[in-house]
């Protein structure tokens, strides 16, 4: 973990200033383990989206001077393995909570004035939060929940990739329905990429690891079969 530790505490939030007593990475256990393969399978996850994005990026605006709202069948999206880049984004949003989740279940057992953990995660990634509760977890087509509408419900089981200026998202795409008589939207499922949000976890969690465009991205999810 690049994680700022002594042997008196370890910082595992520095914007929200949690710290816990000791030098909890260097044999870590429990919660701490769960942390560090939790950051590692984002860092992997990271890896294959940015190699994506780049791809299409190169094909579709080389010189970063375009505005671009692309989804669907346009045949440059076709160069990387959409299905797969979909798990990731499933997979991420999944990992992600419980990363965040697992920090603000760690720092509510030091101080029972701290947030619980479902509201530490939603003030940190809301958007991931939204989509792995109505898309990644489960479609919210697949139940009945009172908290979902007809909208999300279509939204969650759609193909969610959109391709905007340089990177993919999720979350781009309203949804909006008319059941009954009554209308519904998919606005509470917000967009958001992969690289965005591996920046801002970092910057959070892990600041001195290196994300964008060039961190050790060397494979892509192009047709894998």
């Known amino acids: 973990m690049t994680t700022k530790c002594s042997n008196e505490f370890t910082v595992l939030d520095y914007v929200g200033g949690?710290?816990?007593?000791?030098?909890?990475?260097?044999?870590?256990?429990?919660?701490y383990w769960a942390l560090v393969f939790l950051?590692?399978?984002?860092?992997?996850?990271?890896?294959?989206?940015v190699r994506c994005d780049e791809v299409v990026r190169g094909q579709i605006n080389p010189d970063g001077k375009l505005k671009i709202v692309s989804y669907g069948n346009l045949p440059e999206l076709g160069s990387v393995?959409?299905?797969?880049?979909?798990?990731?984004?499933?997979?991420?949003?999944?990992?992600?909570?419980?990363?965040?989740?697992?920090?603000?279940?760690?720092?509510?057992?030091?101080?029972?004035?701290?947030?619980?953990?479902?509201?530490?995660?939603?003030?940190v990634i809301p958007e991931v939060v939204a989509f792995r509760d109505k898309v990644a977890a489960h479609f919210a087509w697949t139940t009945k929940n009172e908290r979902d509408n007809e909208a999300e419900?279509?939204?969650?089981?759609?193909p969610p990739l959109t391709f905007i200026n340089d990177?993919?998202?999720?979350?781009?795409?309203?949804?909006?329905?008319?059941?009954?008589?009554?209308?519904s939207n998919s606005t509470d499922i917000k967009p958001w990429s992969i690289s965005g949000i591996h920046k801002r976890m970092s910057?959070?969690?892990w600041p001195g690891i290196i994300v964008g465009h060039n961190a050790g991205a060397n494979t892509c999810l192009d047709g894998v079969e």
């Open 167 to 183: 990177s993919f998202y999720v979350g781009a795409q309203t949804v909006t329905r008319r059941s009954g008589g009554r209308k």
């Open 153 to 158: 419900r279509l939204a969650s089981i759609i």
């Open 39 to 49: 950051r590692d399978g984002m860092k992997f996850l990271h890896r294959q989206a």
């Open 81 to 123: 393995h959409q299905g797969l880049l979909t798990c990731a984004f499933h997979w991420y949003a999944i990992a992600a909570c419980q990363y965040v989740r697992t920090v603000g279940a760690i720092a509510l057992r030091q101080d029972s004035t701290r947030p619980r953990p479902d509201e530490y995660a939603c003030s």
């Open 18 to 31: 949690i710290k816990v007593p000791g030098d909890v990475f260097t044999k870590p256990a429990n919660e």
């Open 203 to 205: 910057d959070r969690y």
